[in-house]
C-alpha cells in the first residue's frame, strides 16, 4: 500500500509552518512564517505531561491569532514514537503531515550548516514544511495505525516465542539430553505440563511411571 503524495499549497494561500523533531521522550517544535522567519524559540514537548502538550497547542493557536494564519504540522518520522503526537494534534484539529528525516537532513536552506540536534532540527522541519512540493506521507487512519501496531506486535512476539523455544532447548541439552528423544517438540502441551510438574530431570527420573502418563 502507498502512502505518499506531493503536497501542493497554492502560493496564494500562506501559512504558519510547525516543524517537530520528535523523540521517543519529548519533541522540539519551532513555527516558522511564510517568509521563513522563525516565530520565537524552540518549545519542548514532554510527552508525559499533559500540561506540556496542551501548551503547545496554545502556542500554536496564539501563532494562528496574531498572524492571523492558519498552521501545517509537519512531523519527521520516527519509528513509532511520532504516532502518538500525530494522533494528538490532528484530534485537535490540525492539519498533519509527516516527512521522511532524511529530507530534512538533506535540507541546506538554513543559515547555519554542519549543526545537529534536535531544537535546529525541529527548525528545519518547519522550513521543510513551507517547501509547496515537499513529498510527505498521508496521514492513515486510526484503523491503519493499529493495524500496523498488530503486526508489529505479532512479530515482535513471534520473535520472541523462537528465542525462547531455542533457550529451552540449550537448556534441556545441557540438563536433560535424554528427554530430546522423547519428544521432538518440546513445546507441544504434554511436554510443557512435564516440565512445569517436574522442573528438574532427577525429579522426573524418580516420579512413578503411573503418575507421567496420567
Not at 10 to 38: C, K, Q, R
Not at 119 to 125: E, G, H, I, V, Y
Not at 145 to 168: C, E, H, T
Request: proline fraction near 5%; aromatic fraction near 10%; glycine fraction near 4%.
Amino acid at each position: 500500500m502507498h502512502y505518499q503524495k506531493v503536497l501542493k499549497m497554492p502560493e496564494s494561500i500562506p501559512y504558519l509552518s510547525v516543524g517537530f523533531d520528535v523523540g521517543a521522550d519529548f519533541t522540539w517544535m519551532s513555527i516558522m512564517l511564510p517568509n521563513g522567519i522563525l516565530i520565537g524559540k524552540p518549545f519542548k514537548i514532554i510527552h508525559s505531561d499533559p500540561q506540556s502538550r496542551e501548551l503547545a497547542i496554545s502556542k500554536i493557536k496564539e501563532a494562528q491569532e496574531m498572524y492571523s494564519l492558519e498552521s501545517r504540522c509537519f512531523l519527521e518520522s520516527t519509528g513509532i514514537y511520532h504516532i502518538p503526537l500525530l494522533c494528538f494534534l490532528r484530534d485537535k484539529g490540525f492539519d498533519c503531515a509527516v516527512i521522511n528525516p532524511i529530507i530534512t537532513k538533506n535540507s541546506t536552506n538554513m543559515n547555519v550548516r554542519k549543526l545537529h540536534n534536535d531544537k535546529f532540527d525541529s527548525k528545519k522541519a518547519a522550513k521543510v514544511g513551507l517547501d509547496a512540493s515537499l513529498k510527505a506521507s498521508i496521514v492513515p487512519d486510526d484503523a491503519i495505525i493499529d493495524l500496523r501496531n498488530l503486526v508489529r506486535d505479532y512479530y515482535y512476539f513471534k520473535d520472541l516465542q523462537s528465542a525462547i523455544v531455542l533457550k529451552l532447548h540449550a537448556e534441556l541439552k545441557v540438563s536433560f539430553p535424554a528427554y530430546l528423544n522423547v519428544f521432538s517438540k518440546v513445546t507441544t502441551q504434554t511436554s510443557l505440563k512435564l516440565l512445569e510438574a517436574y522442573p528438574l530431570a532427577a525429579d522426573m527420573l524418580a516420579a512413578p511411571k503411573d503418575e507421567l502418563v496420567e
